[in-house]
């Protein structure tokens, strides 16, 4: 079992920045690929960054590519989502994922408003 606990949002003005953190239990957590979704009131979930496990590639978004930086620490099993030029578009809820033998774990997820 995995758990996932999200941290770092809040209410930021157009154009500002956030970084979320999300922090997961477990002693293998650098074998996990972990994913940032997110979910806007009346949207579906949709993917928005990823980092495969020991560091490897990472993915992103077309609609946060140049704004958005997924980067993962190893050593205190936490996974980042560094957020610059922030629209009121990007405004969701954002939930960690960690992917580990098949299985997916999700955490409760952190609001992220974008508004002046």
């Known amino acids: 079992q995995v758990q996932l606990v999200e941290s770092g949002g809040g209410l930021v003005q157009p154009g500002g920045s956030l970084r979320l953190s999300c922090t997961a239990s477990?002693?293998?957590?650098?074998?996990?690929?972990m994913r940032w979704y997110r979910q806007a009131p009346g949207k579906e979930r949709e993917f928005v960054a990823s980092?495969?496990?020991?560091?490897?590639?990472?993915s992103y978004a077309e609609s946060v590519k140049g704004r958005f930086t997924i980067s993962r620490d190893d050593v205190k099993n936490t996974v980042y989502l560094q957020m610059n030029s922030l629209e009121p578009e990007d405004t969701a809820h954002y939930y960690c994922?960690?992917?580990?033998?098949?299985?997916?774990?999700w955490g409760q997820g952190t609001q992220v408003t974008v508004s002046s």
């Open positions: 994922c960690a992917i580990f033998a098949l299985n997916l774990y």
């Open positions: 477990g002693r293998t957590f650098s074998s996990y690929d």
């Open positions: 980092i495969r496990e020991r560091g490897g590639s990472s």
